[in-house]
């Protein structure tokens, strides 16, 4: 089950030239871009790994395009996304997140069903990746 | 082989393409804004005219391998090298062969760590911060220490080298130093010197040029120089010259900062009312003040010259301090 989350998760996975032009959109904005990666992509696990430090004071996408690469040379299997921060006044948030990569296999998540008092039925998702494995192999081929 | 795009027969105006890519307005700027460095000026003008031929022939589809674009500066102190390297990014940027034009210009102190593990970040990031731009690396020989086998300084270099060869697209590294130690610096790393296509040498000033930095300078702060000034003025630079840790135009620029500061005490200490001419003129005194035209008689080490007081805002009195 392919995961969508943040921008442009519904369109095909971006090439890196897209990446890059997206990341210099960022940049023309003033936008502090950020590399995270993770392999428990559960929608409520907002806090994923960093890697490096924010690039706050980046002038071209090829910064953050070398870090990605090394980012998804030393994390194979692994979901990457880049957040670009705004820190004007009044914004100080993210305000894009993307996905830049992906494991080759998603087995997505099962619907948990739990039973409470009277009958009622609790849901909540469960992946089957991380249930598999620990941390560092869920994903690796 | 590639097929050239057009018939051998097809001519291209030159000109057009040097008015179009924007290079003679910088190349013009250059020439204007900068006092002698003719040799200098020529380079730039040859290393121009090479991207540009470059870029034509590259529309024709006429094969050629992307130029080498890293460069170093070599010249002493004060010769304008960081000033050129500011311009040599507009340049490139005008030509298309750096996409932003900006420089980052560090030394040793930002890329080499102080502890086994810290270089390699260090020198990581300054390169991203640097892609899409120029890198200056001022006084690179310090970058490596042969006295020290473990000194940190190697493993920049080597990560620099490596960017250097597989991200020329990307990014223009600008090595800047002393001549004579960077040739030493290349003679102990010849990987560095066979990737540096550009070497520009920087010659001294002389005192007419360096006379005239200075009127700029001036102009520049809304200062000028009367006539006795300017004359002693000349006299000052004669003196400079003949002292230790001359430093051509940065030493002209520190005196002048002094000779301002001279000449707020002489108007502030004056009684009288000052006219905006006043404000703006600098005085034979203001100059004739400067420790130079007063030689300090053989002193012991580390004890303070008996004038101290004469002009205790000359950075000169501190021995160790070379790039004065």
């Not at chain 1, 706050?56 to 998804?72: K, S, T």
């Not at chain 2, 002698?36 to 391998?65: F, H, M, N, Q, Y």
């Not at chain 2, 911060?129 to 970058?143: K, N």
């Not at chain 2, 005194?285 to 303070?304: I, K, M, N």
């Amino acid at each position: 089950m392919r995961i969508t989350q943040g921008a442009f998760s519904f369109l095909p996975d971006l090439t890196d030239a897209q990446i890059a032009a997206q990341i210099e959109y960022c940049l023309r904005n003033d936008w502090a871009v950020a590399i995270e990666f993770t392999d428990d992509p559960h929608p409520r696990n907002t806090y994923w790994s960093m890697w490096g430090h924010p690039m706050f004071d980046l002038a071209d996408a090829a910064g953050a395009m070398q870090a990605l690469r090394e980012c998804r040379e030393a994390r194979p299997g692994h979901y990457i996304r880049i957040n670009a921060f705004d820190p004007s006044a009044g914004w100080e948030s993210v305000r894009l997140s993307f996905i830049v990569g992906r494991p080759a296999v998603e087995p997505g998540f099962r619907l948990v069903r739990r039973e409470g008092p009277g009958r009622t039925l609790h849901y909540t998702l469960e992946s089957y990746a991380v249930g598999r494995q620990p941390e560092g192999e869920r994903y690796a081929t | 082989m590639t097929q050239p795009l057009a018939a051998p027969t097809d001519t291209i105006d030159l000109a057009a393409e040097y008015r179009e890519a924007g290079v003679a307005d910088v190349l013009d700027r250059l020439d204007a804004e900068l006092v002698g460095l003719a040799p200098v000026k020529r380079r730039v003008r040859e290393i121009a005219a090479l991207l540009l031929v470059d870029r034509v022939r590259e529309r024709l589809g006429l094969a050629s391998t992307p130029p080498s674009l890293h460069m170093c500066f070599t010249g002493n102190p004060g010769t304008g090298k960081t000033t050129l390297a500011l311009r040599m990014a507009e340049i490139l940027q005008r030509l298309g062969y750096v996409r932003k034009g900006h420089v980052v210009a560090v030394t040793r102190d930002d890329l080499v760590g102080q502890f086994i593990g810290h270089t390699a970040p260090k020198t990581k990031d300054v390169l991203k911060r640097a892609m899409g731009g120029v890198l200056f690396i001022d006084e690179a020989y310090y970058l490596f220490r042969p006295e020290n086998e473990k000194d940190y300084g190697q493993e920049a270099i080597e990560i620099l080298l490596q960017v250097m060869e597989n991200q020329r697209d990307d990014l223009v590294v600008i090595l800047a130093g002393y001549a004579d130690r960077m040739d030493r610096f290349f003679e102990s790393n010849p990987g560095m010197k066979s990737r540096i296509a550009h070497h520009v040498e920087f010659p001294d000033y002389n005192n007419a040029e360096l006379a005239q930095i200075a009127e700029r300078m001036l102009a520049d702060w809304n200062y000028r120089f009367d006539a006795a000034g300017r004359a002693a003025f000349d006299d000052y630079l004669h003196h400079r010259r003949a002292k230790p840790h001359f430093a051509n135009a940065r030493s002209v620029r520190n005196a002048l900062d002094r000779m301002r500061l001279r000449q707020a005490l002489r108007l502030f200490d004056g009684a009288t009312p000052v006219a905006a001419d006043d404000l703006q003129i600098l005085t034979a005194a203001d100059v004739r003040a400067s420790r130079h035209f007063h030689p300090t008689p053989p002193t012991l080490v580390g004890q303070a010259p008996p004038d101290a007081e004469i002009d205790a805002y000359d950075p000169d009195r501190i021995p160790e301090r070379s790039d004065y």
